[in-house]
């Protein structure tokens, strides 16, 4: 039998508080309504208090030199209740929405300006602390960005994958490779699966136009999802290796203690990182990007100004700094709000002042 649950009403409380004045059980009030037992008794359990003798505001109220072990007699006002119900109808089961101008114009400059919907959500309440209209949570703005009122806006290009529909993320899936002296993502110390130390990394290359050939590769350190990007011309091993080293190489050796690959063929040479630079090396396995989920995203956000297809020889070294600096200075959630720059630079800091650089 399907039973639609009705919330009391205000004509219903009065009942109730004319019967409980009186001193009926809830057992009887239920009857009396026709409604369950265990709906009176919660109702008044939750909207109920103990007054003082003197006064009925304070709650709740024991005076044992006077009375006792004796608690002052229960009180249920149904005005009083029908209100709070009516609040928490108001603040449950209802999503939020972005309905000021002030609000919207505030989302939609972010998103355009390379915010993820998640950044804008956490940066928000900091920006306007004292203003809950202005608040919204992610799927909010998500919600926002692919409703059908809003298609003009055209705000989903500005998302991290920029898909014109809301759907599943799958990894990009890569073929595997007979690496020499590849040690398995599995064989990685704790403190590197847990981003517990400071100075490991994941690579990728990000591909340009097959018929052109060449890309970008990038490394972003674990801890402080600080993003590294430099151009390369081809997708061989000699210029792979020849990329991470140009990267790796302006650090010092704590900031540069691992980095964890793909089985692409430009990793072949990634020995070169262990007997020049100190590093160990890790790959993760065939077909599974998610191991190296941080890469990836970032990989995504470098996607949303490069998508695939780009020319990479039409794009100027410097001006893909200024993306990668761009995307270093977004506010993170697993940063408290820091910037992967920010955080960075405090990990450094701490580097040239002797300090563990580790997270607490």
């Known amino acids: 039998m399907n039973t639609q649950y009705r919330h009391l009403t205000l004509e219903e409380r009065i009942e109730i508080e ?3 004045d009186l001193g009926f059980s809830c057992r009887a009030i239920a009857k009396h309504l026709g409604r369950s037992p265990s709906t009176i008794s919660r109702e008044t359990r939750r909207n109920s ?4 003798r003197e006064n009925a505001s304070y709650t709740p109220y024991r005076d044992p030199a006077l009375h006792g072990d004796e608690l002052t007699p ?10 709070k119900a009516c609040e928490r109808a108001k603040r449950s089961h209802q999503p939020t929405r972005l309905t000021t ?8 400059n972010k998103l355009k300006g390379g915010w993820t919907p998640e950044m804008v959500a956490g940066r928000v309440r900091i920006d306007f602390p004292d203003d809950p209209q202005m608040w919204a949570c992610p799927e909010t703005i998500y919600r926002f960005v692919y409703a ?6 055209r705000l989903a290009e500005y998302l991290p994958r920029g898909h014109k529909k809301r759907r599943k993320h799958h990894g990009r899936k890569v073929h595997s490779s007979k690496i020499p002296n590849r040690v398995s993502i599995h064989h990685r110390p704790p403190e590197v699966n847990e981003r517990a130390t400071f100075g490991d990394w994941e690579g990728d290359s990000v591909v340009g136009v097959r018929s052109v050939g060449g890309g970008v590769h990038t490394e972003v350190e674990r801890q402080t999802r600080m993003m590294f990007a430099t151009k390369v011309d081809t997708l061989t ?6 990329a991470q080293k140009r990267i790796f190489a302006s650090l010092p050796p704590g900031a540069r203690r691992s980095t964890t690959m793909d089985n692409g063929t430009e990793m072949h040479l990634h020995t070169e990182l262990v007997t020049e630079l100190g590093m160990k090396t890790y790959f993760a396995d065939p077909y599974s990007s998610w191991q190296r989920g941080t890469n990836e995203h970032h990989n995504g956000r470098l996607r949303r100004t490069y998508p695939k297809g780009t020319d990479f020889s039409q794009v100027s070294e410097e001006e893909l700094q200024s993306v990668i600096a761009e995307i270093n200075n977004q506010p993170r959630k697993n940063l408290a709000w820091l ?3 920010e955080a960075f630079q405090e990990q450094l800091d701490s580097l040239r002042t002797g300090q563990c650089c580790t997270s607490e």
């Open 101 to 108: 101008p002030k609000a919207i114009t505030y989302v939609e």
């Open 339 to 341: 910037t992967p720059y």
């Open 74 to 83: 229960t009180q249920y006002r149904a005005a009083r209740t029908q209100k």
């Open 49 to 52: 208090w103990r007054p003082s």
């Open 148 to 153: 059908p009122k809003n298609r003009d806006r």
């Open 237 to 242: 091993s000699r210029d792979g290796v020849d």
């Open 18 to 20: 004319k019967k409980h």
